[in-house]
């Protein structure tokens, strides 16, 4: 039978929607093997496998009643008089509610999920929600949409939100009558433990880029950060809020915080748009969020978030597993970029093992006005700006995409968008890198020089990537450069690409391989870290810069410093045409991860050891369901074998198998909390391995 008829049966059979508004008579349910959502007698219910919240419809300004884990049985009940939603100064009561839902399709980007959508009005605004569920996901998603006009004021303006006395204004009346509330789950008991994960980019100025809170939840208190975790030491039970936006720095419409806590009580807050930014006609995009369940300990409540963030973005072997070279880490620039350059660094690239190679800036025809307002009408506009420089590539990208082809390489573009008047020109920038996919077959792009300091910037923006996909059948990547200003961090925008994390140079001595491990490292702990270009250099140049310094780059091998890129998207950010030859003999090295690159990524990574110093003993561990793999690094330190606190289960036995570095095979039985001993005999070493149960 044909795979699309029996595709038609299958969700015929599995699903039942119906859809039937009244004054007070609501029905509708989709209902299949992997999640369902109804909404009768008044009760919106959405559920997988692992989770079930349900609410109170309230004319679709929904009161949550319950979540349930799942899997470890907890049943939280509610009994709250107030929306899990709430504006300043907007009334409460909802009018003109709907609700439908659907199956959504897997497409190359993002797997089949459901999608239940409310819709409703609060006066002249309307609200928008869709909760996205994923098969065996504890978590339930929700974006936010708004349009229409509200005379409210959302954000006052001189008052201090992290005052106790405002803060007790606010929780005491329950509606978010101070700033706007988003999530709000109200759970019993006295005794939640707190963590809350504030992140930084601009890494152009910041070294250090995250940040943990942890602390009992008593009376009202403000905490910055993306991130959320409470877990009730009386049932071992947590749950935890990740809110889907830039970094806290970052925000727009921001309250000065992204929750409030009080005893267990959670709410999210700020939603990135103000009064003035909605429209009448066209939804604006708020900040969204997902909550979650866990059970039993920290392990579990990071292995549940991260079930959800990676399936935000469907990643496959050929199009988002990359080692990629950029020769902008020798900081010469532009200067030397031409077809002749390039079509020498494909091949140095080909020795090397690449797999990506991109041409950063000065590959157009234009020159970029960098932090020129009022540039773009002059000269940004002409069609032929965003086209190959004609004296660098007097032939156009031809020689080099064949050139890439023949040695299996593929060639990518930096582009810097136009971010004159709030991203108003999109649609120009979009067309350019849809020509580039068009006639070139380009498909992935360092976006350099975002900007989003407004919503309608951010909104424009959002019409540039997805302008793009639509005309690429999906198959566009972006590298997202978040070194400097307002951009999308580490947790917003996750489902169009990956994350260019920092500029390092020798040239500047801010290149220092332990710091880009530390950096790594903390983030490894709650995001994917297959969703960063994490960079190494060539550490020859510039010797002496870095003269009686023991943590400058030449004191590590090259392979040492690939290496540390091995859990995220390698960045070989330099000129392959300007190493030595010495520097080839990490060949073999990249040959040989790249043929592990997409099962190493496939598992869960998490930090382990001890955080990055430069003297010290870390790594990662890839969790799967019964093998997977530990990268191990011994710093500079006299210490020959260490025993890291694993992710495995104590008691077992595994069995290591070497796959890259200088360790040697072993079995162990893992000890308590996760014990292994590695040994590496040399400092400033490395080793990969692959483990199974034994």
């Known amino acids: 039978m044909d795979v699309h008829i029996m595709r038609f049966l299958y969700y015929t059979a599995a699903c039942v929607s119906f859809l039937f508004i009244q004054q007070n008579q609501i029905f509708a349910q989709i209902k299949t093997t992997d999640y369902s959502a109804s909404l009768e007698n008044g009760i919106m219910t959405l559920e997988n496998s692992k989770i079930s919240r349900s609410y109170r419809w309230n004319g679709g300004n929904i009161i949550t009643l319950s979540i349930s884990d799942k899997e470890s049985g907890k049943v939280w009940i509610m009994s709250p008089n107030k929306p899990d939603f709430s504006l300043p100064g907007q009334t409460d009561k909802a009018e003109n509610g709907s609700f439908s839902a659907k199956v959504v399709h897997e497409t190359s980007i993002a797997p089949g999920h459901l999608e239940a959508e409310i819709i409703y009005s609060l006066g002249h605004l309307q609200v928008k929600r869709i909760f996205r569920l994923y098969p065996d996901c504890p978590a339930i998603a929700c974006d936010l949409y708004f349009r229409g006009r509200s005379d409210s004021v959302w954000l006052p303006q001189g008052i201090d939100f992290t005052d106790w006395s405002n803060l007790q204004k606010l929780t005491a009346s329950a509606t978010g009558n101070f700033l706007p509330v988003t999530e709000k789950i109200e759970l019993p008991g006295k005794h939640w433990e707190l963590n809350a994960i504030e992140f930084q980019d601009f890494t152009d100025i910041n070294n250090t880029f995250v940040f943990d809170v942890k602390a009992l939840s008593y009376l009202q208190h403000f905490y910055r950060g993306n991130l959320l975790f409470a877990f009730d030491k009386l049932s071992d039970n947590g749950i935890f809020i990740l809110k889907e936006a830039p970094a806290s720095k970052a925000q727009l419409a921001y309250p000065g915080g992204d929750f409030i806590t009080v005893h267990g009580t959670f709410m999210a807050i700020g939603i990135g748009i103000n009064p003035a930014d909605l429209d009448t006609l066209e939804w604006r995009r708020g900040y969204g969020f997902a909550t979650g369940v866990y059970s039993g300990d920290e392990k579990r409540g990071l292995t549940a978030i991260r079930k959800y963030q990676k399936n935000i973005r469907i990643h496959l072997p050929g199009r988002d597993e990359m080692v990629l070279m950029n020769t902008w880490g020798d900081f010469n620039e532009d200067k030397h970029i031409c077809e002749k350059f390039v079509l020498n660094e494909l091949e140095a690239g080909a020795r090397l093992g690449i797999s990506h190679f991109q041409m950063d800036a000065g590959w157009q025809k234009g020159n970029v006005p960098w932090g020129q307002n009022g540039y773009f009408d002059k000269v940004w506009s002409r069609n032929d700006f965003w086209e190959p420089n004609p004296v660098r590539f007097p032939n156009g990208f031809d020689p080099v995409v064949k050139k890439g082809k023949e040695l299996g390489i593929e060639i990518c573009l930096w582009f810097n968008p136009c971010a004159e008047n709030s991203n108003a020109f999109w649609e120009k920038d979009a067309d350019a890198l849809i020509n580039m996919y068009k006639k070139y077959g380009i498909r992935t792009f360092k976006i350099d020089g975002m900007s989003l300091p407004d919503k309608l910037a951010d909104e424009n923006f959002r019409k540039f990537l997805g ?228």
């Not at 996909?469 to 489902?495: Q, S």
């Not at 960045?571 to 990490?586: C, D, H, I, K, R």
């Open 467 to 694: 302008k793009i996909l639509a005309e690429t059948n999906n198959t566009a990547v972006f590298n997202f450069d978040v070194t400097w200003g307002k951009r999308g961090g580490y947790h917003y925008l996750n489902e169009y690409g990956n994350i260019f994390l920092e500029n390092r140079f020798t040239d500047w001595q801010n290149y220092f391989p332990y710091t880009t491990l530390r950096n790594l490292w903390m983030l490894s702990k709650y995001m994917p870290t297959q969703n960063l270009q994490i960079e190494m250099l060539n550490k020859w140049r510039n010797g002496s810069k870095y003269e009686g310094d023991p943590f400058g780059p030449e004191n590590y091998s090259f392979d040492y410093l690939f290496a540390i890129t091995m859990v995220a998207q390698p960045l070989l950010w330099l000129e392959g045409t300007n190493l030595p030859e010495e520097a080839f003999s990490v060949a073999p090295v990249i040959k040989k991860y790249r043929e592990i690159q997409f099962d190493f990524h496939k598992g869960d990574i998490f930090p382990v050891g001890d955080e990055p110093s430069g003297k010290s003993w870390c790594g990662f561990q890839s969790v799967q369901n019964d093998n997977g793999y530990f990268l191990v690094f011994r710093e500079a330190n006299e210490i020959q074998q260490y025993s890291f606190k694993t992710w495995l289960t104590p008691g077992i036995t595994i069995k290591c198998t070497p796959v890259l570095g200088k360790g040697a095979a072993f079995i162990s039985k893992v000890g308590k909390e996760g014990a292994v001993t590695f040994r590496i005999d040399k400092k400033n070493n490395y080793a990969l391995y692959r483990y199974i149960l034994n």
